[in-house]
């Protein structure tokens, strides 16, 4: 069985992984869950942000701009639904997220530890600034700040989630 | 497998999925008043569409209401301007209608309030060419009865008497020729005198004694006493007396009762028969026709 596709594009040797069947959905669902989960819980999990880790691991993994802006989409208009924001604002912020990490993951190498702690750092602050500028052009709230000392704690502890979390999930691919 | 990416095809992906997603956003999401933002942004995307049209659509009206539809606007203009001078004269005429059909339902109001006397309407048809004495010819002559000496009045009262007759036009000596005179008296005292005119608009009451009561706005009548006029007719008002040291009469100025500036028609007296001048303000416009011809109908 084959389970790595050998990309044609700008960096050819880069490999492109495939997941067990069902992984994807099974990883997005318990993502959003224990997002819903820990912060309910615990008050310092607020700062997580599973289902933007999720994305991005697949997007970094998968490297290919449609699906990883497609699954962006998905797990963005769910985390809406299960929020009480508007539709469409994690949908969007997660859709550029998913998109961008495609397509820089086809770029560099984004297996070592400390590739993905600085790809999380700055997605995270991507993804953060996506979501304010969506909320101050669209529904006039002008309370998110593009950065600050808390978004920059959270963004460094995601990364940090990242490093632990990432090989984890790559133990779900498919063997080469 | 060998997937070849299509960057194209994953940009336009992504925005399609991003526009789809702002449009979810702003269908769920309200702005003041409640309205939801995908209206704001259809109303704010079509507004400057219709203004630019209306725009578009007022100065192409206004251009072709100011420029072109204006060709024959100079043609248009003069034909209005002659129509206007048209209808000047035509107002002027009815007016001048309107004033004399006043003049002669008060003429005919008077006429019939003194059926029983005769008299004959007439139409001033001209003045005299001398200016220092005030004659005007109406158009009744010898044979419509007229002599000399008869009376000329107006509803308003005294104008003069008969100068001269010809077979059909008459001339009248105005009250206010130097040489005209009129027994008249003062309403209030019965005081007699004689009015006399003096070449000017005023006319003046003589032989009115410095003891006498004269105030002015005095209304002076006909005596009678001058066999020309009957009794009671309006001569004029009193518009100033001064009691004179020097001569045994007082200086009385008057005003003339009857437009002697303005006489367009009037009557003659037939005989010196009296007027009953409270009949007149009894009479109805509705009373028979006169004996007499008005102007209009005299010829």
């Given amino acids: 069985m084959e389970s790595t596709e050998i990309y044609i594009g700008p960096e050819p040797h880069i490999e492109v992984h495939k997941y067990y069947g069902g992984v994807v959905p099974a990883v997005v669902v318990l993502a959003l869950v224990l997002q819903a989960f820990f912060p309910a819980h615990f008050r310092r999990a607020n700062y997580l942000e599973l289902p933007l880790l999720v994305t991005l691991y697949f997007a970094l993994s998968k490297r290919n701009p449609s699906s990883g802006l497609l699954l962006g989409t998905v797990i963005g208009l769910l985390q809406d639904s299960l929020s009480r924001t508007p539709l469409g604002l994690y949908g969007i912020a997660k859709t550029l997220v998913g998109y961008a990490g495609s397509s820089i993951g086809t770029r560099i190498d984004v297996e070592h530890p400390i590739a993905r702690f600085l790809l999380t750092f700055g997605f995270y602050l991507f993804h953060h600034a996506v979501f304010a500028l969506t909320s101050q052009l669209l529904l006039a709230e002008h309370n998110e700040t593009y950065i600050s000392v808390p978004i920059l704690i959270a963004s460094v502890v995601n990364a940090f989630i990242a490093i632990a979390l990432f090989p984890l999930l790559d133990r779900f691919r498919r063997p080469s | ?299």
């Fill in chain 2, 1 to 299: 497998m060998i997937a070849i990416p299509s960057r194209h095809k994953s940009l336009t992906l992504l925005a399609a999925v991003v526009v789809a997603q702002v449009f979810l956003l702003a269908a769920q999401i309200k702005r003041e008043r409640q309205v939801r933002l995908i209206r704001v942004w259809a109303v704010e995307l079509i507004s400057p569409v219709q203004r630019v049209s209306s725009w578009t659509i007022y100065n192409l009206e206004h251009g072709w209401g100011n420029y072109i539809s204006l060709r024959n606007t100079r043609q248009d203009n003069e034909a209005l301007r002659s129509e206007l001078d048209r209808l000047k004269v035509r107002n002027a005429e009815l007016e001048g209608a309107a004033r004399e059909a006043d003049r002669l339902a008060a003429m005919l109001n008077f006429r019939q309030a003194h059926a029983d006397v005769p008299m004959a309407a007439a139409r001033v048809i001209g003045g005299s060419p001398d200016s220092g004495s005030q004659v005007v010819n109406i158009d009744r002559g010898s044979r419509d009865g007229i002599r000399r000496d008869m009376g000329v009045i107006t509803p308003d009262g005294v104008v003069g008497k008969i100068l001269a007759v010809y077979p059909d036009i008459s001339q009248v000596l105005l009250l206010g020729d130097k040489e005209s005179g009129v027994g008249a008296l003062l309403a209030n005292t019965r005081t007699q005198g004689v009015v006399r005119g003096s070449g000017k608009p005023d006319l003046s009451m003589d032989y009115v004694s410095n003891d006498s009561k004269v105030s002015a706005g005095e209304a002076v009548l006909t005596s009678g006493q001058d066999r020309i006029f009957p009794k009671d007719l309006p001569v004029a008002t009193v518009a100033e007396a001064v009691t004179d040291r020097k001569a045994p009469f007082m200086k009385i100025l008057l005003k003339p009762a009857a437009h002697l500036d303005r006489l367009e028609e009037v009557l003659v007296l037939l005989t010196r028969q009296d007027l009953d001048l409270k009949k007149e303000a009894e009479a109805s416009p509705a009373a028979p026709p006169p004996a007499a011809r008005t102007p209009a109908s005299a010829r």
